[in-house]
């Protein structure tokens, strides 16, 4: 290992650890010009080009390997590429790429130009486009050819008229840039463009689960934010193998596969894939000996219920999860297969990692952690005043006056009411709700909307979803608040069974006494629905909202 690459990371953070090892207290450290794809991927480049960056496969059996000299020189030939089609510092540009490796070679090359990087997801329709095209002011789209992507492109720009190109990556359409083409033919010299590290770097539509999806834009030193969410929560050392499972157009792509992975100099894991087939996956961890893991609950999940028997698992050192809150269960189903413990943690489009369960410490199943050293994190009451241990609130990060917040968004592009309703009187306002215990662990409860209020009690639905998911009949559910006339609402669980179950009284019945000898019986669901599938967002991300009218809907018939 090149002893350079080992402390390379040293350079954007003074940091230090208690007795047992245990990161402290981390400040981030960066130049009035720090740019992550100049700083960082060029720069270890220029130490190392032949080290490892990223290990990309398909399932159609394609494998390339990227050295950072390659990501160095494919991102300088995408830049000019780009500027050549008219893109420049300022302008928004989407990428809709799925998991193709031209997708670090694009995102690399806005940053280095000073262009807003948006991913996306190809599940959006014409409809999803229109809306973030005139949102965001789109000058360009990079999209996949594979799919109904382009398609969906070309119908939206007959109403949306700015943008100014449009390129295409594995495969070619007429009207359209052939990105792997042009690229090639592209020089893969490149001076560097002059950008700030606090300028505008990185843009997300926010998958809410409520309205119309928020602009979260970030600055350059947001990608310093992840370092402790590569080094110290995913565990990553220098010569590491890390897979993260998500598709790029969720922000979750580059705190798992992009900037705090790549400062830590360690290689990514990138298997490109359509549909999610665990046995797929679990191979794929055995066959390239994965060294560390992060995924959301779910593919942990299916990984226990569809059976991890038969997969030799035992180059996995590492194992991280977030985007929901875990399930004991399935944190103790792992361990017992595995011998690794499922280290959670917390984090929100708008943020980097608030929430986790460090390296070298103890996790409590089910719970997000502590605070990360990066973040003062309270919870607190409606009127903004911190709770005592054992009592729900929301949490917040408190806000430093005139000071940056490195890994906290700049705003909610063109739109300062929402901005000022999350950020105020010194506080960073998540929308989630949790509890603290005496140790210090926070404890997920739900979104600030989706506390049940049942004769006088707070019910978060976290803890009944829990326990259900711990029944052998169910697969996935949902626990919401429904209308009632004496009680104001009362809990209900809408849940898909898993196969060789059916819906019956008897069922029904079975999982309420299930619950009720697991918490308290005042949470148990008085009313259970069973549907094929759960409304979600593009994102996955449950609409309890759509539940909650649904009950609404039903109770005024």
């Not at 560390?292 to 999860?321: N, V």
């Not at 792992?334 to 943690?345: A, C, K, P, Y």
Request: charged share 25%; aromatic share 12%; with cysteine.
């Amino acid at each position: 290992m090149n002893t350079n690459i080992a402390d390379f990371y040293e350079r954007f953070c003074d940091e230090g650890f208690d007795k047992r090892g245990v990161l402290k207290y981390f400040t981030p450290v960066y130049e009035e010009n720090f740019n992550f794809a100049y700083d960082v991927v060029d720069e270890i480049a220029r130490l190392d080009p032949n080290r490892r960056a990223m290990v990309w496969c398909n399932e159609e059996g394609e494998e390339r390997t990227f050295t950072f000299g390659d990501m160095m020189r494919y991102s300088n030939k995408a830049a000019n590429l780009f500027r050549s089609h008219g893109v420049k510092k300022g302008d928004m540009v989407m990428l809709v790429l799925k998991r193709h490796y031209q997708f670090w070679f694009s995102i690399l090359a806005l940053h280095k130009l000073g262009a807003v990087a948006i991913p996306a997801t190809n599940l959006l329709t014409k409809k999803d486009f229109v809306y973030r095209f005139q949102s965001a002011g789109v000058a360009a789209v990079v999209c996949t050819a594979t799919g109904e992507v382009a398609e969906h492109v070309d119908a939206a720009c007959q109403e949306y008229k700015g943008l100014t190109c449009r390129f295409i990556a594995r495969g070619s359409r007429d009207g359209w840039v052939d990105f792997d083409k042009e690229l090639e033919n592209a020089s893969d010299e490149l001076e560097r463009v002059e950008t700030k590290a606090l300028e505008p770097m990185l843009m997300y539509f926010s998958s809410g689960t409520t309205g119309y999806p928020k602009m979260v834009l970030h600055d350059h030193t947001y990608a310093i934010g992840h370092l402790i969410t590569a080094k110290y929560w995913h565990n990553i050392p220098a010569d590491g193998l890390h897979l993260t499972v998500s598709e790029t157009g969720w922000g979750k792509a580059v705190w798992g596969k992009l900037y705090g992975q790549w400062i830590v100099g360690c290689t990514v894991f990138v298997y490109d894939f359509d549909k999610f087939v665990p046995g797929d996956l679990l191979h794929m961890i055995e066959k390239y000996h994965i060294t560390s893991f992060c995924a959301p609950p779910t593919i942990y999940r299916f990984f226990i219920k569809e059976g991890m028997e038969g997969y030799d698992l035992s180059s996995l050192k590492y194992a991280c999860t977030a985007g929901e809150a875990l399930n004991p269960e399935v944190y103790n189903r792992f361990l017992e297969r595995t011998g690794l413990q499922i280290m959670e943690g917390f984090g929100q489009t708008e943020t980097t990692l608030v929430l986790t369960n460090l390296a070298g410490t103890t996790p409590k199943p089910g719970s997000m952690g502590k605070p990360s050293p990066m973040y003062n994190v309270v919870i607190v009451d409606e009127n903004g005043k911190e709770v005592a241990p054992g009592v729900t609130g929301e949490i917040c990060l408190r806000l430093e006056e005139d000071k940056k917040q490195v890994g906290l968004f700049m705003c909610y592009y063109r739109d300062e009411e929402k901005t000022a309703e999350a950020r105020h009187d010194g506080l960073y306002h998540t929308g989630d709700t949790a509890w603290k215990d005496e140790d210090g662990y926070f404890w997920y409860v739900g979104r600030t909307d989706d506390v049940i209020k049942a004769s006088g009690y707070r019910i978060g639905p976290f803890e009944i979803e829990s326990v259900l998911m711990e029944h052998p009949a169910v697969l996935e559910c949902a626990v919401t608040g429904a209308p009632h006339p004496v009680r104001g609402q009362v809990v209900k669980a809408t849940i898909v069974l898993t196969s060789g179950y059916s819906p019956s009284e008897e069922l029904t019945r079975e999982l309420q006494d299930y619950v009720k000898k697991q918490t308290a019986p005042y949470k148990y669901p008085r009313i259970v629905e069973y549907v094929k599938e759960l409304p979600k967002t593009i994102s996955g991300k449950i609409r309890r909202v759509e539940l909650r009218a649904r009950s609404e809907e039903q109770a005024q018939k």
